[in-house]
């Protein structure tokens, strides 16, 4: 839903700016001719309670939440299909908590540990570059452009491989886009802790790792070998297809709670 929210957005951002421009003047010259005293601004405020914009803000809080409730009310069953038939392969097991931009899927491949991580973090970006593409684009694209914009947003995916048997660790940074997986570079650390450990000391140990070479720049052979690893683990097509999509629905669904916890904020 973000993307329609980018173009949703668009339709009214030109009527916004030349209200504003064309009432802007109006405004100051009314504001110039009255003689309103100070202290009637302050009780004003006082009986309300709180600022004076904040009931404005409450309402347009509630019609964007109205709004988004009312585009994604097939969106949780749906999303529930789409977990329900991701869990039912047994491979991964998901860790999705609210209000966290990362979901986490961990497995466990012979005597390894395979912890892989992507964010919705990306999805809001590539919102904003659609955001500066569309404006410069006619308003009455079809839904079909619409749809291929929602299913193309590229994903970063942090995969890291340890084993029980040695303290070395495998990093594989890659991209999840349109049903498959770019490995961008291959690290390896001697301390395994160093590919999980988020501390400043362990940020600082790694500033000094050599990463390896980027992974397209690798003999044709060895990339085609790494992608095998990789497939044999499942970091395959069916995870990269339900990765973005997963993605939407909990970007989405953040939104709607965000907007919750702000009107319920600025309510109080």
Not at 65 to 85: F, G, H, N, V
Not at 222 to 248: M, N
Request: charged share 30%; proline share 2%; glycine share 6%.
């Amino acid at each position: 839903m973000s993307a329609i929210r980018a173009l949703r957005q668009l339709s009214t951002v030109s009527s916004r700016s030349t209200v504003f421009r064309s009432t802007s003047f109006v405004a100051r010259a009314r504001l110039a001719s009255l003689q309103v005293p100070s202290r009637a601004f302050s009780v004003s405020a006082r009986s309300f309670g709180q600022g004076t914009a904040d009931v404005a803000l409450s309402n347009k809080l509630t019609e964007e939440m109205k709004y988004e409730k009312e585009s994604m009310t097939d969106s949780p069953k749906e999303a529930a299909d789409i977990l329900e038939q991701f869990k039912a392969q047994g491979k991964w097991q998901i860790e999705d908590t609210s209000f966290n931009d990362e979901v986490t899927l961990t497995r466990k491949f012979g005597n390894e540990n395979l912890r892989l991580t992507f964010s919705i973090v990306d999805i809001r970006g590539e919102q904003e570059d659609f955001d500066n593409e569309a404006a410069s684009e006619e308003n009455d694209e079809d839904g079909s452009q619409e749809e291929e914009v929602l299913n193309t947003y590229p994903i970063r995916v942090s995969l890291t491989v340890t084993k029980s048997s040695t303290p070395g660790s495998l990093a594989i940074d890659m991209m999840c886009q349109e049903g498959q997986f770019v490995v961008d570079n291959i690290a390896y650390y001697k301390e395994g802790s160093l590919a999980t450990d988020l501390t400043a000391e362990a940020d600082w140990k790694r500033r000094g790792i050599y990463m390896g070479p980027q992974f397209d720049t690798l003999d044709i052979g060895l990339q085609e070998e790494f992608d095998k690893f990789l497939q044999e683990r499942g970091v395959d097509q069916t995870l990269a297809l339900f990765i973005p999509e997963y993605a939407e629905h909990k970007e989405q669904r953040e939104y709607v709670s965000w907007l919750e916890g702000v009107k319920g904020f600025v309510d109080a």
